[in-house]
């Protein structure tokens, strides 16, 4: 499957390389420096390169990984994303990246459907990106990604790219979810990163029937 | 350990059990029905007793299971909770019990404590009823309770309570983050009510260093 990425920071990059060791052919776009883009590429492989948020959202999937306050320039250079497969893995967060910006009554995920008219799935987002650059499979038992959305067919690609990172997939619902999994990711983040390690997931236990 | 429960609904009965087989002598309190209260009572033991909000009020911790809409009863009924330890475990749900009425820039468990002057520490409000009442002790690997608060003698009396229940605690700094658990029990509930079984935890799994 292509996969255009925008947005090319620890997250973006994290899931790039995990989803061309997959075997998936990865677009990286959305960054100040295209050696950078490049860089990541080459260390990618699978035929992964480097071009321009329009070129990454005309891919089969596109992964939204930038900082919610580049939104709206990020979308402008993107284009038209109407009736696309978009997987959120952003957080909306303030400009002092300490606080989300929005929620309760809405959510970035339920925003950017709104705006776009994209078939948005919220995922990844509660995942440390140090632990999708150590690899998940470093750790001594799969652990959860929760995801939501509204469209079935986007949900269903989206899970297969969890699995493909090497995640077990928890179907959380509809996109009015992401209220729960915005919250959710700072409190991962306070976990992650005032615990002893970042590199760090959750997933959820049955009481065997 | 002497626990005062007020709000005898699942949650309420759930921890009771629980904490008295791990020896705390618990007060049952907050039911319209006094039977039902002498009932929790004699199944849970170890010097289980029925009694009134302000008698469970009294004691060294208390634990408010209430649904939040009965909030201004409940208080009325314990009186002045200023300085007391107090583990919050409800989640601000509006009237129709499908949303949280609060949230986002502020929490219950925020204005829990602004309200009473109490040293409230969020706790075991992403832990449905259903694994309470089960055990925590059938699941195949222990699992974890999220909780936080600003005092830290309350937040090591919880700690305690948490692992005599039978979960691993988890600190997640002060009582702001209740903002993330109450969507975070609400997450909960989706995978509980919509997935395979209610009797359901979650734990955090990191890298080994």
Same mark, same amino acid.
């Given at each position: 499957?292509?996969?255009?990425?925008?947005g090319?920071?620890?997250?973006?990059?994290?899931?790039?390389?995990?989803?061309a060791?997959a075997?998936?052919e990865?677009?990286y776009?959305?960054?100040r420096?295209?050696?950078?883009l490049?860089?990541?590429?080459?260390?990618?492989g699978h035929? %992964?390169? %480097?071009s321009s948020? %329009?070129d990454?959202?005309?891919?089969?999937?596109?992964?939204?990984?930038?900082?919610?306050?580049?939104?709206?320039?990020?979308?402008?250079?993107?284009g038209?994303?109407?009736g696309? /497969?978009?997987?959120?893995?952003?957080?909306p967060?303030?400009e002092?990246?300490?606080?989300?910006?929005?929620?309760?009554s809405?959510?970035?995920?339920?925003?950017?459907?709104?705006?776009t008219?994209?078939?948005?799935?919220? %995922?990844?987002n509660?995942?440390?990106?140090e632990?999708l650059?150590?690899g998940?499979a470093?750790?001594?038992?799969?652990v959860?990604?929760?995801?939501?959305?509204?469209?079935?067919?986007?949900?269903?690609?989206?899970e297969?790219?969890?699995?493909?990172a090497?995640?077990?997939?928890?179907? /959380?619902?509809?996109?009015h979810?992401?209220?729960?999994?915005?919250p959710?990711?700072?409190?991962?983040?306070?976990?992650?990163?005032?615990?002893?390690?970042?590199?760090?997931?959750?997933?959820? /236990?049955?009481?065997?029937?």
């Amino acid at each position: 499957m292509r996969i255009g990425i925008i947005g090319a920071g620890r997250m973006g990059s994290g899931l790039g390389k995990l989803l061309a060791r997959a075997g998936h052919e990865v677009v990286y776009s959305f960054s100040r420096s295209r050696e950078k883009l490049e860089r990541l590429a080459a260390e990618s492989g699978h035929g %992964a390169r %480097a071009s321009s948020p %329009a070129d990454a959202a005309a891919a089969e999937v596109v992964i939204l990984t930038i900082h919610w306050q580049e939104l709206e320039t990020a979308l402008a250079q993107a284009g038209n994303l109407a009736g696309k /497969v978009v997987v959120d893995v952003t957080n909306p967060m303030t400009e002092s990246d300490d606080e989300l910006a929005i929620g309760f009554s809405t959510s970035g995920g339920e925003e950017l459907a709104r705006r776009t008219g994209a078939r948005v799935v919220k %995922a990844f987002n509660t995942i440390p990106s140090e632990l999708l650059h150590a690899g998940p499979a470093r750790l001594p038992e799969r652990v959860a990604v929760c995801f939501c959305g509204d469209d079935d067919e986007a949900k269903g690609i989206t899970e297969q790219l969890i699995r493909d990172a090497g995640f077990d997939p928890v179907d /959380v619902g509809p996109l009015h979810g992401a209220r729960y999994l915005e919250p959710m990711a700072l409190l991962v983040a306070q976990i992650a990163y005032e615990g002893p390690t970042p590199e760090v997931g959750y997933r959820f /236990v049955a009481i065997p029937r």
